[in-house]
């Protein structure tokens, strides 16, 4: 029998009666798992991202999947040519931020990260969000930029307007964007001895605006600790990222139309640092009726998660209790990285924050980078490494939001 670690089983009581903020139990799922080759990530997504550039045929489709009159067919046609023009800014930024010098590829990289956050916009907002009919509160950065003594205390504090809402650009994305949705390998038994694999989504979807977010600002080192591609590295030079990693698998015995069928959804959160740890498994939250089908096992410095279920019927159709995990960001087909408080952004708000003050003390403050540049200093291998991730990154997690995808390297 494995060991309980009895920390967790406090936590997850604690929480038993509270309602789950992100369902297990199923819906309706619109949104699909993609495999992606990471060595040719950057080419793949944007060469995706070109069907947006034929407007009748966006049109079209919009009108379709969100019926949309023929009354509105002229300003859908607009809004459509608008976020061809962001789409078109952004990898022109991104290509210019690839080619260029330590002194301005933050800057390129900043603006990239704008335009594709322009195109989520115009792609889940309606006309009032367009570039020429949106409120002037959203025509600025929504941030303030406040000066530290070194590049390192500089901090982007969001603007907060008197309605209480972000103002400024970054405002108006937020309202916009979401996390993505969980997903699972999920492995179906089928009578007779034969299976099938594949990777399933198994979770709702969160919208940004749903979490607070905190207004006394964020730090470059906010950012860096909230990237998972800069994970492995953060550890290396003893700085602890604010994620977990993880990955969730799923076995259902199909059973026959005789026998009843079952699952079995297994969470794994993988050793990581302890403070980490236990802010990530606070999210955790099981409904009481599953306590008895519910098995947890420690690991050092990690822990996993087993529910059991038995149901009738179809297979997929899973309408058992809701349970709730944190939210996580996508990365690998087998790994995930799940954020505690920091979910208050996903991860394109990460990038989205630490380009504007990397770009903006680039700009206006280079008097302070260009020493760092000319000392070679830690902070700037970082930066160099984020702005490299960003540029990979921010393309592929809008195409996931617009597709209603979840992009996953192999």
């Keep these: 029998m494995a060991t309980i670690d009895w920390n967790i089983v406090s936590v997850i009581m604690a929480l038993a009666n509270l309602s789950a903020a992100r369902g297990y139990s199923g819906g309706v799922m619109a949104y699909k798992t993609t495999i992606v080759n990471e060595s040719n990530a950057y080419e793949y997504v944007w060469r995706r991202l070109r069907q947006f550039h034929d407007i009748e045929t966006t049109v079209s489709r919009l009108s379709s999947e969100r019926s949309i009159g023929k009354d509105q067919h002229k300003n859908l046609l607009k809004q459509m040519a608008q976020l061809s023009y962001c789409l078109t800014q952004a990898y022109e930024f991104a290509q210019s931020a690839k080619t260029s010098g330590s002194t301005t590829r933050a800057l390129q990289a900043y603006y990239s990260v704008t335009a594709l956050a322009n195109a989520e916009i115009l792609w889940r907002g309606d006309g009032n969000v367009s570039l020429d009919r949106r409120d002037k509160r959203y025509h600025r950065h929504g941030f303030d930029l406040r000066i530290g003594s070194s590049v390192e205390d500089f901090l982007a504090v969001p603007q907060v307007h008197e309605d209480g809402k972000i103002d400024g650009l970054f405002g108006l994305w937020r309202d916009h964007s979401r996390h993505v949705p969980q997903y699972a390998e999920e492995t179906i038994m089928y009578p007779g001895g034969t299976a099938s694999t594949s990777r399933r989504v198994i979770s709702s979807i969160t919208p940004l605006s749903d979490i607070p977010i905190k207004t006394n600002g964020f730090s470059m080192m906010d950012c ?14 003893g700085i602890v990222p604010e994620l977990a990693r993880g990955v969730i698998t799923s076995t259902v015995d199909a059973g026959d139309e005789q026998n009843r069928t079952s699952s079995r959804l297994t969470t794994i959160i993988h050793p990581c640092n302890d403070r980490v740890r236990e802010e990530v498994l606070e999210f955790f939250m099981y409904h009481p009726n599953d306590w008895e089908q519910l098995e947890i096992n420690s690991l050092p410095g990690g822990a996993i998660f087993s529910v059991n279920r038995e ?5 997929n159709h899973r309408n058992g209790h809701s349970n709730s995990s944190p939210e996580s960001f996508s990365l690998l087909k087998n790994e995930m990285y799940f954020v505690g408080a920091g979910a208050l952004l996903n991860e394109y708000g990460y ?3 630490g380009l504007y003050i990397m770009g903006m003390i680039s700009r206006y403050h280079p008097q302070k980078w260009i020493k760092e540049i000319q000392r070679n200093s830690a902070i700037t291998h970082l930066v160099d490494q984020f702005i490299d991730i960003a540029l990979l990154r921010t393309p592929l997690l809008i195409l996931g939001q617009m597709e209603d995808e979840v992009l996953l390297f192999d």
């Design 351 to 353: 990038y989205f924050l």
């Design 224 to 237: 860096f600790k909230h990237t998972p591609l800069m994970y492995q590295h953060l550890y290396s030079i």
């Design 311 to 315: 149901f009738s019927g179809d297979f």
